[in-house]
């Protein structure tokens, strides 16, 4: 069962002081977070501790156990295997790593310290957010990453109600922590994607089936915002631009074209919600020496996963569905 796709829909503010549960939209949480608005309950703005935060909405279909397992859940990783089953995380480390770590038996624990950790799900936006988090953080700016739709086994056992994000700066979580034994999947409030949605925490036991695609999808044909910025590009100088560094010495400097991508970028995030506007910025860096096409249709291809989701829908439909665990009958 799929949930609508919404971006830009409003969310769920909770006040911690005076309790007071409001709806407010994207704008509003971006000025708020400026300092620009406050709390219509008590007056607190952003910067007191108690001030209001995202929460969830009473009403998401999320909520109600029965129906977790019916959904369609998603995950974005630069794994072309998620899950993977026999997940060996030391199999990357090189002989030098592992002296460093201080040798086999170290390695050995944090291995079983990291095959320990939760999976996460989410919905559609929550995964695309994730993705566009990792890219514009720009350890994985150049990575690929697949889209899952993920489908949970219909016998899963739910946790009561739902914790706020338990997930530590990095973003990792004890499945023992939150799924103790006897659950299979505990929900929590993600505020870092897809702020106010409901995301899941489980294990791979978890998962009855996955389907998969690549991202962003290929243009399926002509795109007007690709030819104009393409034309823009190549009518712009790739030489370096000359500039000086804080001892006046001359160092060579982006090109005008790649300032030209900057400002196509900048306008084709501005049809987005504010929320997500700077992060496709940064995803759609363009690097002097890309090819101004493959550049211009990938930034194309950013937008149309939150402009245009049935296409990737269409493309998961589509996709072979690969068993994860044993489906109950």
């Known amino acids: 069962m799929e949930r609508p796709i919404d971006f830009s829909r409003d969310r769920s503010m909770l006040c911690a002081a005076c309790h007071h549960r409001f709806r407010v939209d994207l704008d509003w949480i971006d000025r708020w977070e400026q300092g620009g608005e406050k709390c219509s309950g008590c007056g607190l703005t952003c910067e007191h501790e108690d001030a209001p935060r995202v929460t969830v909405d009473l009403d998401d279909p999320a909520l109600d ?14 794994h072309a295997d998620w899950p993977t089953e026999d997940f ?16 086999d038996e170290h390695v050995a624990a944090w291995a079983a310290r990291q095959r320990a950790k939760a999976l996460h799900v989410g919905t559609y936006e929550a995964a695309i957010h994730n993705m566009l988090r990792r890219i514009a953080n720009q350890a994985d700016s150049r990575s690929e990453f697949h889209l899952y739709r993920v489908r949970l086994r219909p016998d899963v056992v739910v946790r009561e109600s739902w914790v706020v994000d338990p997930s530590d700066w990095l973003g990792d979580v004890v499945l023992a922590d939150v799924c103790p034994p006897g659950v299979d999947v505990t929900r929590y409030l993600n505020r ?40 823009a590009l190549e009518s712009a100088s790739a030489a370096p631009v000359p500039t000086e560094d804080i001892l006046g010495r001359s160092r060579p400097g982006p090109s005008r074209r790649s300032a030209v991508a900057s400002e196509l970028a900048a306008d084709l995030a501005a049809r987005l919600p504010v929320n997500l506007r700077l992060q496709v910025e940064s995803a759609a860096a363009f690097r002097d020496g890309d090819d101004p096409e493959k550049w211009a249709r990938r930034a194309s291809g950013l937008l149309g996963l939150i402009e245009a989701p049935e296409r990737v829908l269409a493309a998961l439909d589509a996709a072979e569905l690969r068993l994860v665990s044993a489906v109950a009958s």
């Open 192 to 231: 870092r994607e897809d702020p106010g949605g409901i995301s899941l925490a489980l294990g791979r036991d978890a998962i009855a089936s996955v389907q998969q695609v690549s991202l962003p999808l290929p243009l399926d044909g002509p795109d007007h915002w690709a030819s104009r910025a393409v034309a």
């Open 65 to 78: 156990d029965g129906q977790v397992a019916r959904f369609a859940w998603y995950h974005t990783s630069t």
């Open 88 to 103: 060996d995380p030391a199999a990357v480390l090189t002989p030098v790593t592992r002296r460093r770590m201080g040798g």
